[in-house]
């Protein structure tokens, strides 16, 4: 499986935070146990506790490098962080919420997994969840075209595959008798700060299969005509580089009867 950098992944803390502050303003009510699925390097922890002071908070991602991160950093004594992988981690106990930011499109069965997580759910209980669909954008687009060129074909194969799913295809596959669905989708105008920023961006996320999938040798080549082409789609303006980031977002809550 492809590592993560906590370092990397933070260089755009604020642009990737923002979706989870939209995403947490739609959650109703008092919640007093969450899961945090595919959690990251912990920094959104804080947003939840400013909205449930008493809540229990465990944050799950699969990646040693972030929970290491996030259980280095906690100075949250009701948070805590634990490795496991979304659809073979699950609570012991039914919560109240179950929130996950821009980690669903990494599993490749989460539209089986995902109406699952329903089942450890209180009465009541929420399942809200954000998930980039910027797959058909240049950054994805170029990734994928590049990748498929020689000479990186043979090594990156499968590696940039796209995983986006639309507002409505959650909304048709989790909406039914019991539970209430809203699903939307927002598209960010992110205006990135520094040179090359797209492809720091993409190399924190959505390249990281496919640059790491390449042997030394070839990556800094691979690298150096990515950029290239991301220069050209993505044009510098004098304020910043301005990158459309189409988001769709989701809050399921159960219907209390
Ligand atoms: C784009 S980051 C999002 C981190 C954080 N939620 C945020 O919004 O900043 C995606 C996270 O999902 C985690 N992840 C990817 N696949 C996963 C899986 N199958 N199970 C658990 N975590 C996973 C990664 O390790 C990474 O930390």
Redesign the pocket.
Known sequence: MPQ?SPQT?LQFADE??RP?VDLLARVPGERRTIVD????PG??TALMRSRWPAAEIVG????PE?IATATAENTDPGARYVE???GEWFPDEPVDLIIS???FQ??PAQLEIVPRLREHLTPGGVLAFQVPNNFRGPSHVLLRELAAADPYARYAEGAALSRGVTAATYLDLLAGPGWTVDAWETTYLHVLAGEDAVFGWMSG?GARPVLQALPDELRPQFVEEYRSVLREAYPRQPYGTVLPFPRVFVVVAQDVV
């Open positions: 993560w992944y990737r935070s989870f699925l595919g959690c990251g920094h959104l799950v991602d699969s990646s972030m496991g992988a979304i930011n821009a980690a990494w599993v996320t």
